[in-house]
């Protein structure tokens, strides 16, 4: 079986095509075959037949639409009702966007690696298999919804295609099909670059000039902007003669312009993650036209920056523009300014102006914006401390950005957030014998065990306990188990050269606002146990409604963790360990407010005095 939706979405078996009727099935069917295996839920479907004013009747219509489906498929295809929705499955089946992908992607990569022929016939062959407009025959909602991506990529595919053909000194056949491209669309730069360089090559000097003059017109009346980097280059190549063949004008940004690669050293083994690394290689190796938003999230010091890092190392194939890295924190732990951030980036991609850090913030991430646009460029943004700091430095194009946040962002989607757990007892063995050597853990492996225990699974935790045994080679494990097996001194063990647990771990509490602070100071008289809203309000004298909010802010900022509900349907809160520790360790309390919300947050507090009741869990 066939389908097709490059084109009329249809269906066809043994080379005749399946009657199916009207406008609602074939957008059903192009609903779950551009979904790709996965489950189409009840709503998204609803929202592509009807858009926001769907009928009463929405699910037994969709359900009618299912069991016609089924019947003129027949047994080469199956529509699995799987709760929130359906999935179609079909094996064997050819479908012409995912045959379309693969061409595609064979071409992008014979075309980096410069074998020209190659590229452009399997870029030819992608490109034979539109029929004409996607998706001619669906609903305007899943139009809406799904053509424009669906053109970009066939776009990319053909610029693609054509620079394989001018590198191929193939520049007379491709001028005419430019000429149209570039009048059907005229703020393509990558068209216009590569429509001058084929008149240039024809002898049509002054031609190609003119090409360019008209698209700088046309970008500044309808956009307001200069021209990018490509269609610049490309018009002081013309006047300086510099487009002979192997400098075709499309190619130069990718290739021969600055390729960064910024990524800081790898840090010894990663141990304990290998199924998000293989998640994240899934996720990364999935080329798409649109840019791909990756968040790694959890408490400080559970190992984000190193699987990010190993990841973005192992995936650098799949982005020959360059690997960006930018550390988001500072050296005293506040936020860094987008406009720090985006003069460093911009560096890295060879922006040489001396002022880029004094620059409007509006004016740098136009620059920035231009500088990433095309470009197949891994970013890695590190310690995120919030959606606002990440709206700037998204770039533009088809780059993915990997990022590392204590925090939740509402600008990634929960299907591409990896929220990292703690190392179990055999990771955190393992992660030990790494930094400390296995030969001598296996000399005590009860106090071995122990040590995995002081440190709760917290990667950081655990590679500090390593290093001190790996720098004194006269301690024994049960040596150090001794010295962490004391609460009181516990965190001041766990440091090591620059690595110190508690600046780290405290470095999310001085972000806190002044109630939040309050309510973090109390965690030190937990027990370990989950507790309850109530719990915190009593001993700070806070009503439960402002506790609950406080202790929200804490899961927030990964210093507490949701551990389920009690019997009246309220949140339970669990602290770590070591985050219990480190709130007894201080007098945590309420700091000066620094802005109006920490000014109207701390009117909430009041000055009653902490209980000295006992701990009792969820009391």
Same mark, same amino acid.
């Given at each position: 079986?066939?389908?097709?939706?490059?084109?009329?979405?249809?269906?066809?078996?043994?080379?005749?095509?399946?009657?199916?009727?009207?406008?609602?099935?074939?957008?059903?069917?192009?609903?779950?075959?551009?979904?790709?295996?996965?489950?189409?839920?009840?709503?998204?479907?609803?929202?592509?037949?009807?858009?926001?004013?769907?009928?009463?009747?929405?699910?037994?219509?969709?359900?009618?639409?299912?069991?016609?489906?089924?019947?003129?498929?027949?047994?080469?295809?199956?529509?699995?009702?799987?709760?929130?929705?359906?999935?179609?499955?079909?094996?064997?089946?050819?479908?012409?966007?995912?045959?379309?992908?693969?061409?595609?992607?064979?071409?992008?990569?014979?075309?980096?690696?410069?074998?020209?022929?190659?590229?452009?016939?399997?870029?030819?062959?992608?490109?034979?298999?539109?029929?004409?407009?996607?998706?001619?025959?669906?609903?305007?909602?899943?139009?809406?919804?799904?053509?424009?991506?669906?053109?970009?990529?066939?776009?990319?595919?053909?610029?693609?295609?054509?620079?394989?053909?001018?590198?191929?000194?193939?520049?007379?056949?491709?001028?005419?099909?430019?000429?149209?491209?570039?009048?059907?669309?005229?703020?393509?730069?990558?068209?216009?670059?590569?429509?001058?360089?084929?008149?240039?090559?024809?002898?049509?000097?002054?031609?190609?000039?003119?090409?360019?003059?008209?698209?700088?017109?046309?970008?500044?009346?309808?956009?307001?902007?200069?021209?990018?980097?490509?269609?610049?280059?490309?018009?002081?190549?013309?006047?300086?003669?510099?487009?002979?063949?192997?400098?075709?004008?499309?190619?130069?940004?990718?290739?021969?312009?600055?390729?960064?690669?910024?990524?800081?050293?790898?840090?010894?083994?990663?141990?304990?993650?290998?199924?998000?690394?293989?998640?994240?290689?899934?996720?990364?190796?999935?080329?798409?036209?649109?840019?791909?938003?990756?968040?790694?999230?959890?408490?400080?010091?559970?190992?984000?920056?190193?699987?990010?890092?190993?990841?973005?190392?192992?995936?650098?194939?799949?982005?020959?523009?360059?690997?960006?890295?930018?550390?988001?924190?500072?050296?005293?732990?506040?936020?860094?300014?987008?406009?720090?951030?985006?003069?460093?980036?911009?560096?890295?991609?060879?922006?040489?102006?001396?002022?880029?850090?004094?620059?409007?913030?509006?004016?740098?991430?136009?620059?920035?914006?231009?500088?990433?646009?095309?470009?197949?460029?891994?970013?890695?943004?590190?310690?995120?401390?919030?959606?606002?700091?990440?709206?700037?430095?998204?770039? @533009?194009?088809? =780059? #993915?950005? /990997?990022?590392?946040?204590?925090? $939740? *962002? %509402?600008?990634?989607?929960? !299907? &591409?957030?990896?929220?990292?757990?703690?190392?179990?007892?055999?990771?955190?063995?393992?992660?030990?014998?790494?930094?400390?050597?296995?030969?001598?853990?296996?000399?005590?492996?009860?106090?071995?065990?122990?040590?995995?225990?002081?440190?709760?699974?917290?990667?950081?935790?655990?590679?500090?306990?390593?290093?001190?045994?790996?720098?004194?080679?006269?301690?024994?494990? @049960?040596?150090? =188990? #001794?010295? /962490?097996?004391?609460?009181?001194? $516990? *965190? %001041?063990?766990?440091?090591? !050269? &620059?690595?110190?647990?508690?600046?780290?771990?405290?470095?999310?509490?001085?972000?806190?606002?002044?109630?939040?602070?309050?309510?973090?100071?109390?965690?030190?008289?937990?027990?370990?146990?989950?507790?309850?809203?109530?719990?915190?309000?009593?001993?700070?004298?806070?009503?439960?409604?402002?506790?609950?909010?406080?202790?929200?802010?804490?899961?927030?900022?990964?210093?507490?963790?949701?551990?389920?509900?009690?019997?009246?349907?309220?949140?339970?809160?669990?602290?770590?360990?070591?985050?219990?520790?480190?709130?007894?360790?201080?007098?945590?309390?309420?700091?000066?407010?620094?802005?109006?919300?920490?000014?109207?947050?701390?009117?909430?507090?009041?000055?009653?005095?902490?209980?000295?009741?006992?701990?009792?869990?969820?009391?």
């Amino acid at each position: 079986m066939e389908f097709l939706v490059l084109g009329p979405v249809e269906a066809v078996q043994d080379g005749e095509r399946i009657a199916l009727s009207g406008s609602k099935i074939h957008t059903v069917l192009a609903a779950m075959l551009l979904a790709q295996d996965r489950v189409v839920s009840d709503a998204r479907l609803s929202s592509l037949l009807w858009g926001w004013d769907p009928p009463a009747t929405a699910s037994a219509q969709i359900y009618t639409y299912m069991s016609r489906l089924r019947k003129q498929l027949g047994d080469e295809a199956d529509i699995v009702r799987q709760p929130p929705g359906y999935v179609l499955r079909a094996p064997g089946a050819l479908i012409d966007l995912v045959e379309f992908r693969r061409l595609e992607r064979d071409g992008r990569r014979a075309l980096a690696e410069r074998r020209f022929e190659e590229a452009s016939e399997s870029l030819r062959r992608a490109m034979q298999l539109w029929r004409g407009p996607a998706l001619a025959n669906v609903t305007e909602h899943l139009l809406d919804a799904e053509l424009a991506p669906l053109e970009e990529e066939r776009m990319l595919a053909l610029e693609s295609r054509i620079e394989a053909d001018l590198e191929l000194g193939r520049h007379e056949q491709v001028t005419a099909d430019l000429t149209g491209l570039v009048a059907a669309f005229p703020v393509r730069e990558r068209l216009r670059a590569q429509l001058m360089t084929a008149l240039y090559r024809c002898g049509r000097q002054a031609d190609a000039l003119q090409a360019y003059y008209e698209g700088r017109g046309v970008l500044a009346e309808q956009l307001g902007i200069d021209p990018g980097e490509v269609l610049g280059w490309t018009y002081q190549a013309v006047l300086g003669g510099e487009l002979g063949l192997g400098r075709t004008a499309g190619a130069r940004a990718a290739r021969t312009g600055p390729v960064p690669s910024m990524l800081p050293a790898s840090d010894g083994e990663l141990v304990g993650r290998q199924h998000e690394l293989r998640a994240l290689r899934g996720r990364l190796g999935h080329e798409e036209p649109a840019q791909r938003r990756i968040l790694v999230t959890g408490m400080a010091g559970i190992g984000k920056t190193a699987l990010a890092v190993r990841a973005a190392a192992e995936n650098g194939e799949h982005f020959p523009d360059g690997l960006l890295f930018a550390e988001l924190r500072g050296s005293d732990g506040a936020p860094r300014a987008p406009r720090a951030v985006l003069a460093q980036l911009l560096r890295a991609l060879g922006e040489s102006d001396p002022n880029l850090p004094a620059g409007d913030l509006d004016e740098l991430v136009r620059l920035y914006r231009t500088r990433t646009a095309g470009r197949r460029l891994l970013l890695v943004l590190d310690n995120v401390s919030g959606d606002r700091q990440l709206a700037p430095l998204l770039p @533009a194009g088809p =780059a #993915a950005v /990997l990022i590392t946040s204590r925090r $939740r *962002l %509402a600008r990634v989607t929960a !299907g &591409d957030t990896f929220a990292l757990p703690l190392l179990d007892e055999e990771a955190g063995l393992d992660l030990l014998a790494a930094r400390a050597g296995r030969q001598r853990l296996l000399e005590d492996p009860d106090r071995a065990e122990d040590l995995v225990a002081y440190c709760g699974g917290l990667p950081l935790a655990l590679a500090i306990a390593g290093a001190r045994l790996a720098a004194r080679p006269h301690w024994t494990a @049960a040596r150090l =188990a #001794a010295r /962490l097996a004391d609460p009181a001194a $516990r *965190l %001041a063990e766990l440091a090591f !050269g &620059d690595l110190d647990l508690s600046r780290v771990l405290g470095s999310s509490v001085e972000q806190l606002g002044a109630v939040e602070r309050s309510v973090f100071g109390t965690l030190g008289g937990a027990d370990g146990e989950p507790f309850p809203a109530r719990w915190a309000g009593d001993r700070l004298g806070l009503s439960e409604d402002t506790a609950e909010n406080a202790l929200e802010s804490l899961v927030d900022a990964a210093l507490l963790e949701l551990s389920g509900l009690d019997d009246q349907g309220r949140p339970l809160y669990h602290c770590h360990e070591l985050v219990r520790l480190l709130a007894a360790s201080a007098p945590w309390e309420a700091r000066e407010p620094r802005g109006p919300r920490e000014q109207a947050s701390a009117l909430a507090l009041t000055p009653a005095a902490p209980r000295d009741t006992p701990v009792t869990g969820v009391g």
